[in-house]
């Protein structure tokens, strides 16, 4: 089991900013692939970005140029730092951690950007 913990989301003025955390904890194996989704009321659960242990990143068309997946192995901790950011953006977000086809899911936290 792998236990993931996110921090960081709130309350944001369009064209701001917030930085997420997500902290990995449990049996966790390498190589594997760490990430952000969103959920926007009425929607579905959407890819944002994803950051393997190696380092390659994957953006969603909509978020790139604005947001930055990075990660710290040493501490098994994924970030996502949102800049510019649009009401579109208003979803609650989810840290995902897949390792041998397992999936993992964080409880979210949402993420909120007024006009």
């Known amino acids: 089991q792998v236990q993931l913990v996110e921090t960081g989301g709130g309350l944001v003025q369009a064209g701001g900013s917030l930085r997420l955390s997500c902290a990995a904890s449990?049996?966790?194996?390498?190589?594997?692939?760490m990430g952000w989704y969103r959920q926007a009321p009425g929607k579905q659960r959407e890819i944002v970005a994803t950051?393997?242990?190696?380092?390659?990143?994957t953006y969603a068309n909509s978020v790139k140029g604005r947001f930055t997946v990075s990660r710290d192995n040493a501490k098994n901790t994924v970030y996502l730092q949102m800049n510019s950011l649009k009401p579109e953006d208003t979803a609650v977000y989810y840290c995902?951690?897949?390792?041998?086809?397992?999936?993992?899911w964080g409880q979210g936290t949402q993420v909120t950007v007024s006009s």
């Open positions: 995902n951690h897949v390792a041998r086809a397992l999936y993992y």
């Open positions: 950051i393997a242990s190696g380092g390659t990143t």
């Open positions: 449990g049996s966790i194996f390498s190589p594997n692939v």
